[in-house]
């Protein structure tokens, strides 16, 4: 990795044979950590997936973490999240050919199963966001007949049928990640969002805090939400705690 390419997404990079979490290290270094440094592990412990669940990092895949400084108000953390969606799917689609959509609000899907996932964890200090640490999970080289099949589970190597090189592939998320992250807010990230979006048009349930929503997913708005049909109402959920697509 040393001819990365950026310029300063990852040059304070640091490799670990095995972690409990990439997130967890990054947010105990968050506070005096530069932003632009990147905490890779080959196999995560106690990898974390959205909404405090377990997310199972074997050898092979892509367990990242980076830490970002953006000078925004905590309100717009959600245009990080965007941007890096967009910027993992860029780097998968220009890389390897396969056209990955994305799940609202972070889940990266080929077809219909999951090969990674984002999950933000950010840090407020008063009204502007402090940090954010941002974990990337790429299901890269990895057998997912080894979870379990409700998991709906793939991988590149499963959808490409060959291994990709992961150094290749971290070297290429990097560079688009920092690319969209220079562009944060821009109608370009959101609307490449939105036309990678495979929720759109579906059928979903949403288990959210407030109870169970079930609609047609009108559209995405700018500010990340989603726009959720019921009869005559259109809802907006921000946070959906769970959305399982139908049909
Ligand atoms: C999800 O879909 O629920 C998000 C999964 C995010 C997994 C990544 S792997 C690297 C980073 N470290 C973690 O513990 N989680 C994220």
Redesign the pocket.
Known sequence: LSCLGTRWLGRDMRLFAQ??????L?ISLAQKGESGTVIL?EV?T??????S?H?E?PSG?????LILRPDIPIALAYQINMAICVAVCRAISNLLGLNPGIKWP???LIGER?V????MEVQAEGERLEYAVV????NANIDPSAFPDDWMATSLSREGGSEVSRTALIQRTLLEIERAYENLGSMEIYDEWRRRSVTIGRMVRISANSGELVGEVEDLAEDGALLLRRDDELVRVLAGDCIHLRG
């Open positions: 972690l409990a979490s990439t997130n967890e990054a592990a995560q106690r990898g974390r997936g959205r909404l669940r997310w990092s895949g892509i367990w990242m973490s972070n889940d990266l999951k990674g996932g984002i999950l974990g990337v999970g790429i």
